[in-house]
């Protein structure tokens, strides 16, 4: 789902980011290279979450044609495919944060560290490096 002029509801940066991101799993593969460190179909299936075979399909096709990740073959073993987060995508990280720490002041039940959320609020900059780095939570 290429967002071209043809196909965009409005102009709004709100509607275009909803239109790249698509919908809630989308956003937790994101959440899931990002934070988690997955990398294969076969570990977003083991997410809390339980998403759907053909979900986790499809939404990775749409992230993939919107630029957000992108694929190569594991050269470990040339059968498996590995999912990775493209600048587009790794540009989302401040999105996600600050989502999280959203959900932390109204969540009591968080599974988000004490420790990551204090990163998060105190030194942005430097957990957004770490991110990019290849963070896991």
Not at 7 to 31: E, H, M, N, Y
Not at 80 to 91: A, H, M
Not at 98 to 113: F, G, N, R
């Amino acid at each position: 789902m290429v967002c071209d002029e043809k196909k965009r509801r409005s102009k709004c940066p709100v509607t275009f980011a909803l239109d790249q991101l698509g919908d809630k799993w989308s956003l937790l593969i994101v959440r899931d290279l990002m934070f988690h460190g997955k990398r294969t179909y076969g570990e977003f299936l083991e997410s809390d979450e339980g998403i759907a075979t053909n979900v986790l399909a499809d939404r990775l096709k749409r992230l993939e044609a919107e630029g957000i990740i992108e694929k190569t073959r594991d050269p470990e073993n040339r059968r498996r495919v590995l999912y990775s987060l493209t600048d587009k995508g790794f540009d989302l990280t401040p999105l996600l944060m600050e989502m999280v720490l959203w959900s932390a002041k109204y969540d009591a039940d968080t599974a988000t560290p004490k420790a990551m959320l204090d990163r998060m609020e105190n030194d942005r900059a430097a957990f957004i490096q770490e991110v990019r780095e290849g963070m896991k939570i």
